[in-house]
């Protein structure tokens, strides 16, 4: 299992930017480098469903809700997968977590991380 921390959410306007971080600290870069990294978003009394992704070599996939104003990137010598939200909208809000992806395109840790609230008022 990973030890996973996110961080980075808040309460923001809608059009509003935030940066969200999700960071291995316990995980040695040879286990955290090869996966494909996901963000999650859990909006309240929703299922938590993925909104992006990010392959070891950098593609990058996205939900279409979100096309076009989040981004996901990775640091792999921080052990960090940022997800950069832009124009945000009260649809955008939830409980956002990070995982790695399985090769079925599952979260592939049980073991999940405490999450970052982001809270969008309209």
């Known amino acids: 299992q990973v030890y996973l921390v996110e961080s980075g959410g808040g309460f923001v306007q809608a059009g509003g930017s935030l940066r969200l971080s999700c960071k291995a600290p316990?995980?040695?870069?040879?286990?955290?480098?090869?996966?494909?990294w996901a963000w999650y978003r859990q909006a309240e009394g929703n299922q938590r469903e993925m909104v992006a992704s990010?392959?070891?070599?950098?593609?990058?996939n996205y939900v279409a809700s979100v096309v076009g104003r989040f981004t996901i990137s990775r640091n792999n010598a921080r052990k960090t997968v940022i997800l950069d939200m832009d124009n945000l909208k009260a649809g955008d809000a939830g409980v956002y977590y990070c995982?790695?992806?399985?090769?079925?395109?599952?979260?592939?840790?049980?073991?999940w991380g405490q999450g970052t609230q982001v809270t969008v008022s309209s």
């Open positions: 995982n790695a992806l399985d090769g079925a395109g599952r979260p592939k840790y049980t073991s």
């Open positions: 316990r995980t040695i870069t040879s286990v955290f480098n090869p996966n494909t």
């Open positions: 990010i392959t070891p070599g950098g593609a990058t």
